[in-house]
């Protein structure tokens, strides 16, 4: 184009392209962009499963264009009409964070986005289901929830530091919900005292049990057993006979037999009133139990059984009982124990001294967990397996099945207790030799527990608890020397100073913090607080266990504490094979551990300020 300062030429605008031409000093060419919409509204975010969600986008252009609306991202389910979203959180969409996001586009072209997120409220589900593995496979019974009772709950944190406590129902299947429960972190309350720090939406509070269900009758009957058992292994006193069933934990049955010097044979009647329904047993299972002194070891070995099906017990009347046992096949166990090893986890694990007190010991078979599961309860002796080699507990006491027991914290009242010297060096017994009749596809296990006592001063009282402190672990058969595969938590405190040091506090808030174990890869702990109480009218003052909080996390405010108390808190460090501490607790598997450290006394002030409102 040539121009002239004589003559103007006609200026052609373009509206298609949006370019001017012209000529001069202006510029040759120009871009018009289109108009960008701006959002006016603001996303909801309240939501609640299986309830229609909806938000309506608006939006304004500089243009006065026409706006469309475009989901371009959101969660399943969720679809947009005109400028309406819409959706109805599921159950797995619920009580986590779900992103949207709006496209907004004008007749021109111009666009925008808008994105926001949305946490549904949603149901908690527990279920709470008994699985009892028997001979004939797994059964499954639910708990019933008793009524009106304060839990099952979810405790919210609220923004003031409360908890809110949202109760929940028992469904037709005898699961319970608990619905409307805000996402992250609550504590789910499952008994008095019993609550464990979770985000999940769905929680198994299940747990296992070897053997079938312990079925009772309406009224009390005596029942006697009349039994007469041969093929016996001719030993010295000291060997004896016990009779497992097929029920829960391998119940015994009424009689500990106990045959005279070298005799193959050993007769008895026993005589029992009961409520046990013993015709619901359909498998016995006759031991003899063989005394073994060898490399340093003494104590029990399994020697000849015999399993008996198909069994007919009468309730009420007698029952003759007469079985010949069979040699059994012999294994072997090279045992040794690193004790100096187990000494040094014991240090360091509560307030003043801390004293070995004993240890304990077994080689186990557990029966019908062809499957892999194995049920090892964490805090209770080791129900539900067969004794094939295990030392003797004390002067003559052997008590086959009872591992590491007394090791409540503190000890029971009684102050029984079964084990071995505590064992704190290094001991080699060498390859031991045992009877192990069952089948190859049930678990052998070795179970190993080390327990010390730390005393802990009583207000008001001169007498100290006496806590006993317990490293166990249960495993695979050792191939080398056995040592710990956990050991407790480092650093533990207490509102940031020593958990091992006493303190007197003016509030109620407390919080504990440790670092994690030095040895073993926990999936969770346990903190447990105790309290003094007279356990008789009269009696002097002990600390007693009043709450058990589980959790992940390796610090936690305490809930529930009271100004003018005394609080002990144990806290245990828990590893295993398969249970999760958020979600199935319960559902156990070896190898599973549990290593403890017990604090000095807490005292909070009468006139504490207390730390949450509730």
């Known amino acids: 184009m040539i121009c002239s300062h ?46 229609m969600y909806s938000y309506q986008v608006t939006a304004t252009s500089s243009d006065m264009s026409a706006i469309t609306y475009e989901l371009s991202g959101g969660p399943a389910g969720a679809t947009i009409s005109g400028n309406t979203v819409t ?20 007749a021109s072209g111009g666009n925008a986005t808008q994105t926001w997120n949305v946490t549904p409220n949603g149901t908690v589900n527990i279920t709470a289901v008994t699985t009892y593995w028997t001979s004939n496979g797994p059964m499954n019974v639910p708990r019933l929830w008793l009524p009106n009772i304060p839990f099952p709950a979810a405790l919210v944190p609220q ?20 619905p409307n429960v805000p996402g992250g972190f609550y504590w789910l309350a499952l008994s008095q005292g019993g609550m464990f720090w979770t985000s999940t ?5 299940g747990n296992n049990v070897v053997g079938g ?18 093929g016996l292994v001719p030993a010295p006193p000291g060997d004896f006979v016990m009779t497992f069933t097929d029920a829960g934990n391998l119940n015994l049955l ?65 029952n003759n009982l007469t079985a010949t046992l069979n040699p059994s096949p012999t294994s072997t166990l090279s045992l040794s124990i690193k004790g100096s090893e187990w000494a040094n986890a014991m240090q360091g694990i509560g307030p003043g001294a801390v004293t070995p007190l004993f240890s304990d ?40 099945g009872l591992f590491c027991s007394n090791i409540a914290f503190p000890p029971n009242g009684g102050g029984l207790q079964f084990g071995v010297q505590p064992i704190v060096t290094d001991v080699d017994f060498g390859t031991l030799s045992y009877g192990d009749p069952f089948p190859a596809d049930w678990p052998r296990l070795f179970q190993y527990c080390q327990v010390a006592t730390v005393s802990v001063p009583v207000p008001n009282s001169s007498v100290p608890t006496t806590f006993a402190i317990v490293n166990r672990e249960i495993a695979p058969l050792p191939t080398g020397p056995v ?16 958990l091992f040091a006493a303190a007197n506090l003016t509030t109620t808030t407390v919080t504990l913090s440790w670092s994690p174990p030095a040895t073993g890869q926990p999936y969770g702990y346990y903190v447990r607080v105790y309290a003094p109480v007279a356990r008789l009218p009269g009696s002097a003052l002990t600390y007693d266990e009043v709450a058990q909080y589980g959790t992940t996390k390796t610090s936690m405010q305490v809930p529930f504490l009271a100004a003018g108390s005394t609080y002990v808190f144990v806290i245990s460090a828990e590893l295993d094979a398969n249970a999760n501490m958020e979600k199935s607790p319960g559902r156990t598997k070896a190898p599973s551990a549990e290593a403890s450290v017990v604090s000095a006394p807490i005292v909070i002030a009468a006139g504490a300020t207390a730390a949450v409102s509730r």
């Open 6 to 51: 004589r003559k103007f030429l006609p200026v052609v605008l373009l509206f298609g392209a949006n370019i001017l031409f012209g000529c001069g000093g202006g510029s040759g060419s120009g871009t018009t962009m289109p108009a960008t919409p701006t959002f006016t509204s603001t996303p909801v975010t309240a939501a609640e499963e299986g309830m």
């Open 87 to 106: 959706w109805t959180p599921t159950h797995t969409e619920s009580r986590v964070r779900n992103a949207f996001t709006v496209k907004a586009t004008t």
């Open 159 to 178: 923004p003031d530091g409360s908890l809110q406590s949202i109760p929940g129902v028992q469904n037709a299947d005898s699961s319970f919900s608990i």
């Open 201 to 205: 939406s769905d929680f198994d509070a």
């Open 213 to 230: 269900r312990v079925s009772a009758t309406n009224t009390q009957a005596t029942t006697t057993f009349n039994y007469a058992i041969s």
């Open 254 to 318: 009424p009689g500990i037999l106990q045959p005279t010097s070298n005799s193959t044979t050993v007769s008895s009647s026993v005589s029992i009133p009961s409520l046990i329904d013993w015709s619901s047993i359909k498998t016995l299972y006759y031991v003899e139990y063989d005394s073994l002194n060898s490399g340093g070891f003494q104590g029990i070995v399994m020697g000849p059984e015999f399993t008996q099906t198909d069994v007919s017990l009468v309730n009420g009347g007698t």
């Open 361 to 400: 010991y077994a080689v186990v078979v557990q029966p019908y967990l062809t499957n892999g599961f194995v049920p090892v309860p964490l805090d209770t002796p080791p129900l539900g397996s067969f004794a094939l080699l295990q030392p003797e507990q004390g002067p003559g006491l052997i008590e086959p």
């Open 483 to 498: 040592s710990p595969i956990l050991t407790a938590v480092q650093n533990p405190t207490l509102n940031g100073n020593s």
